[in-house]
């Protein structure tokens, strides 16, 4: 089971491997963490505590294919993930969904297409059951050719009844890699504000 924060509320990211949440991570803290191309770099949690504001950010492992690494140490991370997740629900003040906007649409409607649900879809589905505010960051929107209707389609799949533009509090387009996070902060402080905390928006500007 992955260790929780010894601060008193944190950030998640969640998502499938590859997707850029360790990108982003670096992105909101300054920092640079180990980031690669092969699906599966982060096996445990990478964290960064603010002890003063007795806040953290979260970077869990990805979920899904990750290289070079056996069938049976996935599901544990993925059994550690929704361990994580379920115990510090009452903590977490806000889990960024990072996915990949370029092939997610593909990737939910063939896994449909067999009669199974997505993992994306599951785990969102998961944090909305356990009470814990979320953002979809639709990451790698610089590689898709019509935004609105990709970001339609995701939000669709994800119950949110499109256009997406009318839930810019739950699903931001996000390209971590190019620095564009803007959508994605302004709904994070979004829901920081309205669970009165608002001395933590200036780690989200």
């Not at 920081?192 to 989200?204: A, E, H, W």
Request: glycine share 8%; with cysteine.
């Amino acid at each position: 089971m992955f260790e929780p924060p010894t601060v008193e509320d944190e950030v998640v990211l969640v998502g499938r491997s590859n997707v850029g949440k360790t990108t982003l991570m670096r992105e909101i803290v300054g920092k640079k963490y180990d980031v690669g191309s092969r699906p599966g770099v982060t096996l445990e949690p990478n964290r960064y505590e603010w002890n003063a504001e007795g806040f953290a950010v979260t970077d869990l492992p990805g979920f899904g294919f990750m290289s070079g690494v056996d069938e049976e140490r996935r599901e544990d991370i993925k059994d550690g993930i929704v361990g994580y997740l379920e115990d510090n629900a009452d903590s977490i003040l806000v889990a960024v969904h990072v996915i990949d906007a370029s092939a997610f649409i593909e990737i939910a409607d063939r896994w449909e297409s067999r009669g199974e649900v997505p993992h994306d879809i599951d785990l969102h589905g998961f944090l909305v059951d356990i009470d814990v505010p979320v953002v979809v960051s639709a990451n790698k929107t610089d590689k898709v050719d019509d935004r609105d209707a990709t970001l339609d389609g995701i939000a669709e799949r994800l119950g949110y009844p499109p256009p997406w533009k009318q839930w810019d509090d739950a699903i931001a387009p996000t390209c971590a890699k190019r620095g564009s996070t803007d959508a994605l902060f302004g709904a994070i402080r979004t829901h920081l504000s309205s669970q009165g905390r608002d001395d933590l928006l200036k780690f989200f500007s």
